[in-house]
């Protein structure tokens, strides 16, 4: 089975299911786990992230302009059985429509599946759906991260539930939702600012600090927490900033805003940030700022 991953969720997904083998092409997001680095990239992006900054970034996408296009011929000359792709979110890949579109016109006759995830539990049931398409069975991975979700769980039943805000983009300011309220619960924490499962909008400063967090994560969608310290003066100066009592920053990319198997870990580091129970965790996945 020739496998094309459009989604670093769904690389994610193959990974886990110990699928690497398989894997005949990537996005250039697709950074896990290390083995991929051999594997040919089948997209580029129109923008550089390193030199653009959060607010001409969204301005970018969110008036039109993709992120993300398709090396065509490379994805003819790859010839994938499957292709993992999403309709949920037009920042974090190319969509669904797209990739049928170009399948069509390669006429090419490889399947395509839109993964779109909302919750924790449609994140994980994800591995069953891709299993399923590629012939194998999920079933001892997800026992394997289930378990790992009950342990934070039961290790922070009975304890104090801290008001918890979770900021997945800077500027605008825009809550994270989806998934990330539910591994704030799992994790110990009284999630603010959105609901399970809820696709977000830019809210003002002011809903923050109205909120009352007790606890502010930092999570920016793409960026590795260096990126997301670089831009910290965007909030440093915002009225209230000082008198917030934990502010940490966390890698987004990696455990909050891709939907697969690591929210699995996100969950354990929150556990750690929120209670100091669970598994260790190091400065590259959460580091308090404040």
Do not use: K
């Not at 094309?4 to 398989?22: C, F, H, N, Y």
């Not at 891709?130 to 069975?137: I, P, Q, W, Y």
């Amino acid at each position: 089975m020739r496998i094309l991953s459009l989604l670093p969720a769904a690389t994610d997904i193959v990974a886990e299911l110990g699928l690497l083998p398989d894997l005949v092409g990537r996005t250039h997001e697709c950074d896990w786990p290390a083995e991929v680095a051999g594997i040919p990239v089948v997209t580029t992006t129109g923008i550089d992230q390193d030199r653009t900054s959060s607010r001409e970034i969204s301005a970018a996408v969110h008036h039109g302009s993709g992120l993300y296009e398709m090396d065509t011929a490379l994805l003819a000359r790859l010839r994938p059985d499957v292709i993992l792709t999403q309709d949920l979110c037009s920042v974090c890949a190319i969509s669904y429509s797209r990739v049928t579109e170009t399948v069509r016109r390669l006429e090419a006759s490889a399947t395509v599946l839109s993964l779109e995830p909302r919750t924790f539990d449609e994140v994980l049931s994800c591995m069953d759906t891709v299993a399923d398409l590629l012939g194998t069975s999920a079933a001892a991975p997800l026992a394997a991260l289930r378990r790992r979700v009950a342990a934070v769980r039961a290790q922070v039943a009975g304890l104090p539930r801290p008001r918890v805000a979770a900021i997945e983009w800077l500027d605008p300011l825009w809550p994270a939702g989806h998934w990330v309220p539910e591994q704030i619960t799992y994790a110990g924490g009284t999630p603010l600012l959105a609901r399970p499962g809820e696709h977000t909008s830019p809210m003002t400063w002011d809903r923050v600090l109205e909120a009352r967090p007790d606890v502010v994560l930092l999570l920016p969608c793409g960026f590795p927490p260096e990126r997301t310290l670089a831009e910290l003066h965007l909030l440093t100066g915002l009225p209230g900033w000082a008198e917030l009592p934990q502010v940490w920053v966390l890698d987004g990319p990696a455990y909050y805003n891709r939907p697969g198997p690591r929210i699995v870990r996100g969950t354990e580091v929150l556990a750690r940030v929120l209670h100091d129970v669970g598994p260790p965790i190091d400065a590259s996945e959460a580091r308090r700022i404040q």
